[in-house]
């Protein structure tokens, strides 16, 4: 607990800097899946200061925004407000956050880097909460991107592979699922030629 609560103190640190971490424009990958993605609410997993919660808010979704770090959050909503929109943000660790079953139209996860332990009880939440038709949208550093040095967590088990995806998310269809390498400039923090696992993932229609 004593780390996890250290962990919580240096993202608050992170997202107290002078502007946004991670720039304010949303992640490449969710512009090119957002067309995708039904009307209704999306849950947004590992939102930081809000960039995705913005864009996705901005073409009409109802988005619930989760982190652990209030400060994030706190940029996040004030980032949404400066454009007019409205999210709702709850500070939460993923760890424990009961995510409501059949309640949103979309889930994302963009570069939300998770343990094992907890990729294996959250991703099952998270196709329980996706109604029929919903999708997911990940976007995460793999192993290789220890090679680059260009973002992204130093701890290997943080990281992920589309094999891990495949077996993670087993309650949905993978649609798109690829590892690659891309440039990336979002913020200081992620900037750079980096190796990435991009998913898109739906919960079938099931007609009785």
């Not at 424009?25 to 930081?48: H, I």
């Not at 979309?106 to 999708?135: K, M, N, Q």
Request: proline letters at 7%.
């Amino acid at each position: 607990m004593h780390g996890r609560r250290r962990q919580l103190t240096e993202w608050d640190e992170r997202y107290a800097a002078p502007g946004f971490v991670y720039g304010t424009a949303p992640n490449d990958f969710l512009v090119e899946m957002a067309p995708r993605l039904p009307a209704g609410a999306v849950l947004c997993l590992g939102e930081g200061e809000g960039r995705n919660a913005a864009f996705l808010a901005a073409r009409g979704h109802r988005v619930v925004a989760v982190d652990r770090s209030r400060v994030g959050l706190t940029k996040a909503r004030r980032l949404a407000a400066t454009r007019g929109l409205g999210i709702a943000a709850v500070v939460a660790d993923l760890a424990a956050f009961p995510i409501p079953e059949d309640a949103f139209t979309a889930v994302t996860s963009i570069f939300c880097h998770l343990p094992p332990e907890i990729r294996a009880r959250l991703y099952p939440a998270v196709a329980r909460a996706l109604r029929p038709g919903g999708a997911l949208v990940l976007e995460a550093y793999t192993p290789r991107q220890l090679d680059f040095g260009t973002g992204g967590p130093s701890q290997p088990e943080l990281l992920m592979t589309l094999a891990d995806a495949q077996r993670e998310l087993a309650g949905l269809e993978v649609v798109i699922g690829r590892e690659r390498e891309r440039e990336l400039h979002e913020g200081p923090r992620h900037h750079g030629r980096g190796a990435v696992v991009q998913v898109l993932a739906v919960k079938r229609v099931v007609w009785p």
